[in-house]
């Protein structure tokens, strides 16, 4: 790998790698310490990188692994924060709106505090960072039968868990566009 290659994923990847990271770690000089430990595996191991994935499943797998050697490290357990889904800082959104939002927001952090971390991060990956099956699937080594069987049944306990509220409602219908049942 050349420099500029190093250069031009951390360019197109680092804010993917730094919201994933976000999303299992809450605080956020944790969050940079991470990022940078993910970006020095990249920059030490890219001779290894063969090509097999994209770049970007390569990448936000090392992510996944660094965020677990952090926590064995740190012994740590169930530090989960959502960044935000949403635009909350927008001026636009009155302060009650902000408070549903937010309560919205907490209960579904609170959801997925409660998953195995596998579910939730294949929830994370799939439904909010928007990868796709064969990405996610990469990242965990696993089929796509089984990421879509896993998403399947994560959410499942999401719904039992959340019912019919509305961040939970527009997850399960954007999975149902992509072929995941909830029954």
């Known amino acids: 790998m050349v420099e500029h290659d190093f250069d ?30 993910v970006f020095v ?13 994209a770049p970007k499943t390569w990448i936000l797998a090392i992510a996944r692994r660094a965020v677990a050697d952090w926590y064995r490290t740190k012994r740590l357990k169930n530090l989960f924060s959502l960044t935000e889904v949403h635009d909350i ?5 009155s302060l009650y709106e902000r408070a549903e939002r937010s309560a919205k927001e907490d209960a ?3 959801a997925l505090l409660k998953l195995k971390k ?23 080594g696993w089929t796509s ?26 997850m399960a219908r ?5 072929g995941v049942s909830m029954r």
């Open 8 to 37: 031009e994923w951390y360019r197109l990847y680092h804010r993917d790698v730094f919201a994933y990271i976000g999303y299992q770690v809450r605080a956020r000089q944790d969050v940079e310490d991470i990022a940078q430990e």
């Open 41 to 53: 595996r990249v920059l030490v191991g890219a001779d290894r990188f063969q090509g097999l994935a």
């Open 118 to 140: 596998d579910d939730r991060d294949v929830v994370v990956l799939r439904m909010i960072h928007e990868f796709s099956t064969e990405e996610t699937a990469a990242i965990f």
């Open 145 to 170: 039968a089984k990421t879509r069987t896993k998403l399947h049944r994560a959410l499942k306990k999401l719904q039992e868990m959340l019912g019919g509220d509305p961040l939970f409602e527009q």
């Open 89 to 93: 800082a927008s001026d636009e959104l």
């Open 174 to 178: 954007k999975a149902a566009e992509e």
């Open 108 to 110: 579904l952090r609170e």
